[in-house]
Each structure stands twice: as structure tokens, then as C-alpha cells.
């Protein structure tokens, strides 16, 4: 299979709850209540499953905490799906990040390589 993702993606193991939905024309769905479960993240995207179908293009806040002391807020695009046993996996494009995004992806990823910073 092509790889399309841009940047490597690291294991991770996040729940987070979706619990509004938005587009760019202020297009809003509300109350969506839906868990995640994120499986991987990269310094432009994230991986993640769920019982809830979830419409593509759409966007979303998070808060994804990676490390102790380390929190990163940021807008999510929905941007791929695949149907799974028991739900769905979804792809998503990281669109609007902190500063200390790259910072923080690059300290992660050297706690699970055992090696330094970069």
C-alpha cells in the first residue's frame, strides 16, 4: 500500500471525547459526544478509532497530552475513513497547532527510541 502521511507516526495510546464538529463555512454539529481512541500521532496527523461515524472534512479541538507536563492544543481535520470490526478508523490532518508542536512530537518520539532529542 502507498504511504501518504508526511511526517513518521509514533505509537501512542490517547481516549479523548469529540464533543463538537465544525467546518470552515462555521457549519457546527453539536453534542456529538463521541470517544476516541488515538492510536498513532505524527508532527502533522493523527491516527484513531471509533464506534461513531464521523463525517470527513470536518474539524475539531483537542488536547492531546502525550507526556507528563507536555499538552498540546490543536485543530484536527477529519480526512480519511475505513470501516473496522467494531467501528471505524479515521485519518486526520493536524491543521492548527501550538508552537511547540515539533518540540513536542520529536521528545516523545526520542522516549520510545531511547535516543536524544530530533
Same mark, same amino acid.
Given at each position: 500500500?502507498?504511504?501518504?502521511?508526511?511526517?513518521?507516526?509514533?505509537?501512542?495510546?490517547?481516549?479523548?471525547?469529540?464533543?463538537?464538529?465544525?467546518?470552515?463555512?462555521?457549519? #457546527?454539529? $453539536?453534542?456529538? %459526544?463521541?470517544? /476516541?481512541?488515538?492510536?498513532? @500521532?505524527?508532527?502533522?496527523?493523527?491516527?484513531?478509532?471509533?464506534?461513531?461515524?464521523?463525517?470527513?472534512?470536518?474539524?475539531?479541538?483537542?488536547?492531546?497530552?502525550?507526556?507528563?507536563?507536555?499538552?498540546?492544543?490543536?485543530?484536527?481535520?477529519?480526512?480519511? #475513513?475505513? $470501516?473496522?470490526? %467494531?467501528?471505524? /478508523?479515521?485519518?486526520?490532518? @493536524?491543521?492548527?497547532?501550538?508552537?511547540?508542536?515539533?518540540?513536542?512530537?520529536?521528545?516523545?518520539?526520542?522516549?520510545?527510541?531511547?535516543?536524544?532529542?530530533?
Amino acid at each position: 500500500m502507498y504511504e501518504m502521511r508526511k511526517e513518521k507516526r509514533w505509537p501512542v495510546n490517547l481516549y479523548l471525547e469529540i464533543s463538537t464538529l465544525f467546518r470552515q463555512d462555521n457549519q #457546527q454539529i $453539536k453534542n456529538v %459526544n463521541a470517544s /476516541i481512541e488515538v492510536f498513532d @500521532i505524527s508532527k502533522s496527523g493523527i491516527g484513531f478509532r471509533s464506534k461513531a461515524t464521523l463525517p470527513l472534512g470536518y474539524y475539531f479541538n483537542a488536547q492531546i497530552v502525550l507526556m507528563e507536563n507536555d499538552a498540546l492544543n490543536c485543530v484536527i481535520r477529519i480526512i480519511r #475513513q475505513q $470501516k473496522a470490526e %467494531n467501528g471505524w /478508523i479515521y485519518g486526520c490532518e @493536524i491543521v492548527q497547532t501550538s508552537s511547540v508542536m515539533e518540540y513536542v512530537i520529536n521528545e516523545y518520539a526520542a522516549s520510545l527510541t531511547g535516543g536524544g532529542n530530533g
